[in-house]
C-alpha cells in the first residue's frame, strides 16, 4: 500500500514524497522493519520522539510526530496530535474489518457488557467477538489475553484478523485511557454504551470531570456521526451522558428503573438468579436471568440495549437473555466449601463495585458475608479507604489482604485501607492465607466473596526492571481450600 494514498485517505498532510510502500506499523521501535510507518508519542514513562533515529535505522518509512519532533530520512508526517493521525493512518491499513462495531464505556461492568453483547448475538445467529479485560473472545468462545483496551495497532490488527476469521459483530471496552490516548480510533462504531461512573483512576486523570470526559469521548467522536448511544439511566452521571449524546445527534436509547427504552420495572431475586420485569416499545415481559445481583441486571440489559441498537429483534434478543453465561471472575461461583458455603470471586476493586458485589450477594445471605480483598499499588491512594469503607459497611466479617502491591509496600496499603474500617477488619497480608481463613470460617449459611482480582492469573510485585507477576488465581485458590 503507497504511502501517499493512506495519507490522503486519512486527510492528513505531509511534506515529502509519497510513493514510498508501507508494510506496517509500530509504536514500538523495536518492532520497526523496512517499510514501517513509526508512532513516536510523548508518554507519561517514554517519549517515543526519542526514539525516532532508531526506528528509520531499522527501515521506518515515515514518522507521526508532533510538528516540533526531529525526523531526518524518514517522510515526517506532523500532527499536533499525533496518536490520533496515526490511528487514522492505521485504520486505511488494517483492512477489512468486521461491519459491525460497539463500544462500552463506564467504571464498572464493560467487561461484563461486550460479553453479553457477543453471547446474545450469537444466539441471534451472528459470528460475534468481544474484546477487553478478559482478551479477545472469540465466536467459539476461545479467549486469548489482553488489556481492557490495547494499543492502537494491536487493536485494529485484531480487528482485522477478527474480520478474516468471519466475524461480522465485535463489542469492544473503551476505556478511559483508551479513549484519552485515541486507542480506539478508526473503526466505524454504530453504538456506544455508557454503564457508570465512580472514583477510580484518579492517578491518571486530575478530577471526576476530566475522567467523565475522557469517557465521554466515546459520545463526542468515536461513535459514527448516525449512531447510537445506550445510556444506563440510573446512575448519578446519566444525566450528563444523555446531554453528550444530544449534542451529537445520537440516536438514544437508555435503560433502567428511569428507561425510556428498556425500562426495569422490578427485580426479584431468586436462589441461582433473578427474575426482571421489562418494559419495551409498551409491552411488558418478564425475563429469568440466570446471574445474581442488580448490577449484573444493568449489564444485561445495557447489552440487550446495544442489541436492539445494533438491529436486533426486540423478542428474541429479551428472550435470549435468559441464556446468558455467567462471565469469567464476574461474580463468578468459585466452590463451595464443607459445611455448604458458597465462595464468588469478583473483579471489584473500587468502592462502588465492592458495594455492588455485596448487594448482589445480600438477598442470599441467611447467615455472614465474609469478604476478603486489597488495593491495588501505584494506583489512586485516595480509593483506599472508600474501599474500607465499603467493605465494611455491607459485610459482617472482612479480611482485608493484599492485592496487586507492585512497587508499594503492602503492609502501607493494607493499612491505608483498614482506615476505612473502623476496627472492624482483620488483617492477613499473605492472599491464600486470608481466602483460606475465610473459608474456614464460613458456616452453612454464609457466604465468601473475594473481590479484587477476578479472571486475574497473576500477582504483581515490583515495578520498572523488579516487576515479577507471581501465578496466583482467585479461583483456583478458593477451589484449593475447599478440599
Not at 509504536?27 to 508519542?41: E, L, N, Q, S, Y
Not at 420495572?265 to 429469568?288: F, Y
Amino acid at each position: 500500500m503507497k504511502l501517499g494514498a493512506l495519507v490522503a485517505a486519512a486527510g492528513l498532510a505531509f511534506d515529502g514524497s509519497g510513493e514510498g510502500n508501507v508494510s506496517g506499523f509500530a509504536i514500538d521501535h523495536r518492532k520497526v522493519a523496512p517499510g514501517t510507518v513509526f508512532g513516536a508519542f510523548p508518554g507519561t514513562r517514554f517519549n517515543g520522539e526519542d526514539f525516532i533515529d532508531a526506528a528509520i535505522q531499522a527501515g521506518a518509512v515515515a514518522v507521526v510526530a508532533r510538528p516540533q519532533a526531529r525526523v531526518s530520512g524518514a517522510v515526517h508526517i506532523a500532527a499536533d496530535e499525533p496518536r490520533r493521525a496515526f490511528a487514522r493512518l492505521a485504520a486505511g491499513f488494517f483492512t477489512p474489518v468486521p461491519q459491525t462495531v460497539v463500544a462500552v464505556t463506564g467504571t464498572n461492568g464493560k467487561t461484563s457488557t461486550v460479553e453479553m453483547t457477543r453471547q446474545l448475538w450469537r444466539m441471534a445467529g451472528h459470528s460475534a467477538a468481544s474484546i477487553g479485560t478478559l482478551g479477545v473472545t472469540t465466536a467459539d468462545e476461545s479467549v486469548s489475553t489482553g488489556l481492557t483496551t490495547p494499543d492502537i495497532v494491536t487493536f485494529l490488527s485484531n480487528m482485522t484478523g477478527l474480520a478474516r476469521e468471519g466475524v461480522t459483530h465485535v463489542a469492544y471496552e473503551a476505556s478511559s485511557h483508551g479513549l484519552d490516548q485515541f486507542r480506539n480510533e478508526g473503526l466505524r462504531v454504530i453504538a456506544g454504551a455508557f454503564t457508570n461512573l465512580s472514583r477510580d483512576h484518579l492517578d491518571y486523570h486530575a478530577t471526576m470531570e476530566d475522567y467523565f470526559a475522557a469517557k465521554m469521548r466515546l459520545f463526542d467522536e468515536v461513535v459514527a456521526d448516525d449512531g447510537s448511544a445506550v445510556v444506563w439511566a440510573d446512575d448519578a452521571w446519566s444525566a450528563q451522558a444523555v446531554e453528550h449524546a444530544g449534542r451529537r445527534g445520537l440516536r438514544l436509547l437508555t435503560v433502567g428503573e428511569q428507561g425510556t427504552a428498556v425500562r426495569l420495572l422490578s427485580r426479584t431475586p431468586t436462589q441461582l438468579g433473578q427474575v426482571l420485569e421489562i418494559e419495551h416499545d409498551g409491552a411488558r415481559r418478564k425475563v429469568t436471568l440466570p446471574l445474581i445481583g442488580a448490577y449484573q441486571a444493568a449489564n444485561a440489559l445495557v447489552s440487550a440495549g446495544l442489541v436492539l441498537a445494533s438491529g436486533g429483534e426486540a423478542g428474541a434478543t429479551f428472550d435470549a437473555l435468559s441464556r446468558l453465561q455467567p462471565v469469567r471472575g464476574r461474580l463468578e461461583r468459585a466452590a463451595i466449601n464443607r459445611a455448604g458455603a458458597p465462595v464468588y470471586v469478583d473483579y471489584a476493586h473500587t468502592p462502588d463495585a465492592i458495594e455492588a458485589a455485596i448487594a448482589a450477594l445480600r438477598p442470599h445471605v441467611a447467615g455472614r458475608l465474609i469478604t476478603v480483598f486489597g488495593a491495588g499499588g501505584d494506583r489512586d491512594e485516595g480509593k483506599r479507604p472508600e474501599m474500607g469503607r465499603s467493605a465494611c459497611a455491607g459485610s459482617e466479617v472482612v479480611i482485608v489482604t493484599d492485592d496487586n502491591p507492585r512497587g508499594e509496600d503492602p503492609a502501607l496499603i493494607r493499612s491505608a485501607v483498614l482506615k476505612g474500617c473502623d476496627g472492624k477488619a482483620r488483617e492477613i497480608g499473605d492472599r491464600r492465607e486470608a481466602i483460606a481463613a475465610a473459608i474456614a470460617m464460613a458456616a452453612r449459611d454464609d457466604i465468601v466473596l473475594v473481590a479484587g482480582k477476578g479472571h486475574e492469573q497473576g500477582q504483581i510485585v515490583g515495578r520498572g526492571d523488579a516487576v515479577r507477576v507471581l501465578p496466583f488465581d482467585d479461583v483456583q485458590v478458593a477451589r484449593e481450600c475447599t478440599t
